[in-house]
């Protein structure tokens, strides 16, 4: 089945230590997006990628950075992890941006900060 | 700027009853409105959207939501409900009018269902 893959599912990292968290789709869409989720809280957009263009959100730390080496694969680096930055992770995708495509989230990696 | 409303932290219902998950939201042009469910531990899942038509848009899981534009509203329903139902809801609106920061997707709070046995 075509779907959106997160690795690794559960991440602990130490204060400072940089990490990154990786996400993979099958869907061959164009648009993949990081999302900040705190608490059962509402997402968060952290940015999103059109094919290689890359969108940051005006509030996103500096301290969070994102590569998408190709359509399938995106990165999540956090250079300088704080205790702030303990979430869960979801990636996602969508066919396009054009606002009536639904987006499709993998299944998230929850990141602990010690 | 666009915007969702969840005014339920928490729905309680027992199974087999109706369940109701209210939403509303605001845009500027005609709204593109989506439910996601989140399971614990787990990333959002598409239940339904709302583009254009039909009132009445039916989705997975026998669950269905109804637009009504007089009241900005987008409520999921489900005639019957399930324990399994229980999970956090999420409703969500983009505007169809392009340019500025349209392009997101606007999250609601999230309602906690419960549906107890």
């Known amino acids: 089945d075509a779907m959106v893959i997160q690795n690794p599912r559960y991440q602990v990292t130490q204060f400072g230590k940089p990490v990154t968290l990786s996400c993979s789709q099958t869907?061959?869409?164009?648009?993949m997006y990081w999302y900040q989720q705190k608490s059962s809280q509402a997402p968060k957009l952290l940015f999103h990628y059109y094919d290689k263009d890359f969108n940051n959100e005006a509030d996103t730390p500096d301290n969070f950075q994102s590569r998408r080496p190709n359509t399938s694969f995106c990165f999540l680096d956090i250079r300088s992890p704080g205790l702030g930055d303990a979430a869960m992770y979801l990636c996602a995708t969508s066919r396009d941006w054009s606002g009536s495509h639904e987006q499709y989230f993998g299944p998230g990696t929850r990141l602990t900060v010690t | 700027a666009q915007s969702v409303a969840q005014p339920e932290d928490q729905v309680n219902v027992a199974e087999g009853n109706p369940l109701t998950v209210k939403c509303t939201y605001s845009v500027s042009g005609n709204p593109y409105l989506f439910w996601y469910v989140q399971y614990p531990n787990r990333g959002l899942q598409f239940l339904l959207k709302y583009i254009t038509g039909d009132n009445l848009v039916k989705g997975s899981y026998g669950f269905e939501a109804e637009f009504n534009k007089s009241q900005t509203s987008f409520h999921l329903k489900k005639p019957s409900a399930l324990v399994s139902d229980s999970a956090l809801y999420f409703c969500a609106v983009r505007d169809s009018a392009s340019g500025g920061s349209n392009y997101k997707l606007t999250f609601g709070k999230g309602t906690l269902l419960t549906v107890n046995p």
């Open positions: 869907l061959n869409h164009n648009v």
